[in-house]
């Protein structure tokens, strides 16, 4: 199971709305509003042994904060965002940024609709959930309920008072390991919330985004986030968000196979209509400012999943799919296939690259064929035929295959911060994995930290649950990840509007 997170970040301006009571208005990308509060939403992210979940959206209809004068709810969402959270063990996803009043608020809370999961079945035996029945090493579709859909904290730490240049932030923390039933049919939520504070320099968390570019007007571009064209009518999409770049952005075209790659490596390789992945930093004001600009593909189709099986000797894999670009006539329908089994079939005119995102790797680590393929690995791949897709599954082959960074959430076993490059052992992995397997984490120059980790390497300790993004590979005695980030997990216990207090996993 992951853990889904509500990252909500607050800024007073040297003037209080108070008098405005529960009215916000949305700004895209940042930037003061007189007298106002801008407020920086984002989202970030265990099952019956056995299950790993390798997909889960849900939408987000609604967040408030109670404003204890005005007696009124004060929305952070312009409207209802739709999220896909199995990606965001590690990091948060930005929602939008909107301006609300300054004041005291006492309470907080959130509204979901709509989920939708995969799960994969590494058990014994089919599982059956509803009418749906999974097979053994099969990938399924599932709608749990949910009840209520509705969820309201109100203890620490509330009540809190937004005050003038003064900021601050809320992490709210939706966690389905203790919200989904065992059977895996419902979902009670349970969250709790956490205050934190901008950093120094200003910069919220860092983040990922992906989506086709809208509009550009040097230095800043436009970017609809997410992937998949053509949408369906009904689709619930993220706002364009408005992307600021500097001297500092890094731009990465020359190395895509494209029809005409950038070799400039610059703001003149960005065009509209491109979809790219791009890594911000958040910004107190609620801007937000590109680190690293990525073609992810230009005038192609392009899927993206998790692997959960390998068979070398077809040359053959299979993923769930997370999500794809969709171009005309190439014979996939984007509304339906998200979620699916896709089997994809390798050749010897293959390419295969790593999406490395400013990472140096370690000598010795190989992404250049179907044997350096492995569960867990998060891939790219751009289909060459499509056979008979279907709502639940289709059969491609592949031009490339592009690695990109997975996420895990396992259990410290034993660490080395001495050896070069520092690193530690990940037990208790995710069912997608093989049971007793064991992964080794290397933590790098680049590799990130959480506030609660001291010393890098050397501030893990057996028995630690940590939550680990980065670039997965297939080595020998087990899987080999090199981390981009590392988040320390700690318990925690919140109390529920009836008095009920659970006590879980969280990630402060």
Same mark, same amino acid.
């Given at each position: ?35 106002? %509060? *801008?407020?920086?939403?984002? %989202?970030? #992210? ?36 739709? %999220? ?24 907080? /809370? ?13 058990? +014994? ?18 709608? *749990?309920?949910?009840? *209520? +859909? ?34 895996? /049919?419902a979902i009670t939520p349970t969250i709790d919330l956490k205050q934190i504070a901008p950093s120094a320099t200003g910069v919220i968390h860092p983040e990922h985004l992906v989506g086709t570019i809208t509009a550009i007007s040097s230095p ?112 996939? =329908? ?5 979620? +699916? ?13 790593? #999406? ?5 790797? *370690? ?15 998060? %891939? ?46 990940? @037990? ?8 007793? @397997?064991?992964? =080794? ?22 028995? #630690? ?33 009836t008095g009920t207090t659970t006590t879980f996993t969280c990630i402060f």
């Amino acid at each position: 199971m992951k853990k889904l997170a509500l990252f909500i970040f607050l800024t007073t301006t040297a003037l209080s709305l108070i008098s405005c009571g529960g009215n916000s208005t949305y700004t895209s990308g940042g930037g003061l509003t007189a007298a106002a %509060v *801008p407020v920086t939403v984002s %989202v970030q #992210d265990a099952a019956p042994t056995g299950v790993a979940i390798t997909s889960f959206e849900v939408q987000i209809m609604n967040a408030s904060i109670h404003n204890s004068a005005t007696n009124a709810d004060v929305a952070l969402l312009a409207r209802p965002t739709e %999220v896909e959270l199995e990606h965001l063990q590690s990091e948060p996803a930005l929602l939008g940024a909107l301006n609300v009043s300054a004041g005291t608020y006492s309470s907080a /809370s959130a509204t979901f609709a709509n989920p939708q999961m995969v799960i994969f079945n590494n058990t +014994a035996a089919p599982i059956t959930v509803g009418t749906t029945v999974c097979a053994i090493k099969a990938s399924c579709k599932l709608t *749990p309920t949910l009840n *209520p +859909a509705t969820t309201t904290i109100s203890t620490a730490p509330f009540p809190i008072t937004l005050a003038a240049n003064s900021p601050v932030g809320f992490l709210l923390h939706f966690d389905i390991n203790s919200s989904i039933s065992s059977d895996l /049919s419902a979902i009670t939520p349970t969250i709790d919330l956490k205050q934190i504070a901008p950093s120094a320099t200003g910069v919220i968390h860092p983040e990922h985004l992906v989506g086709t570019i809208t509009a550009i007007s040097s230095p800043d571009f436009s970017l609809q986030p997410g992937l998949g064209e053509p949408m369906p009518v009904s689709a619930i999409l993220p706002p364009v968000t408005n992307i600021v770049t500097n001297a500092s952005t890094i731009y990465i075209f020359s190395d895509r196979l494209a029809a005409s790659p950038c070799a400039n490596n610059n703001f003149s390789c960005l065009a509209v209509g491109q979809t790219v992945n791009v890594t911000v930093n958040v910004l107190s004001d609620g801007s937000l400012l590109a680190t690293a600009v990525t073609l992810f593909e230009q005038n192609s189709p392009a899927l993206e999943g998790t692997v959960v099986s390998v068979t070398p000797a077809q040359n053959q894999f299979q993923i769930t799919m997370m999500g794809g670009q969709w171009m005309p006539g190439a014979g996939i =329908n984007a509304s339906a296939i998200v979620g +699916a089994a896709v089997t994809v079939n390798v050749n010897s005119s293959t390419a295969y690259q790593i #999406d490395a995102d400013g990472i140096t790797l *370690p000598s010795g680590l190989t992404f250049g064929g179907i044997n350096d393929v492995a569960i867990g690995q998060v %891939v790219e791949v751009q289909p060459a035929v499509v056979v008979s897709p279907t709502a639940n599954a289709l059969t491609l082959s592949t031009n490339r295959v592009r690695l990109e960074e997975s996420q895990v959430t396992a259990t410290v076993s034993a660490t080395s911060p001495s050896a070069a490059p520092p690193s530690f052992t990940l @037990s208790s992995l995710p069912p997608i994995f093989p049971s007793g @397997s064991t992964m =080794n984490v290397l933590a790098v120059s680049t590799t990130k930290f959480s506030d609660n980790i001291s010393g890098g390497v050397a501030g893990l300790a057996k028995g #630690d649950t940590v939550s680990v993004g980065g670039l997965l590979f297939h080595t020998t005695g087990g899987p080999t990840m090199v981390a981009e980030k590392v988040l320390k997990r700690v318990q925690c216990a919140v109390t529920s509007g009836t008095g009920t207090t659970t006590t879980f996993t969280c990630i402060f």
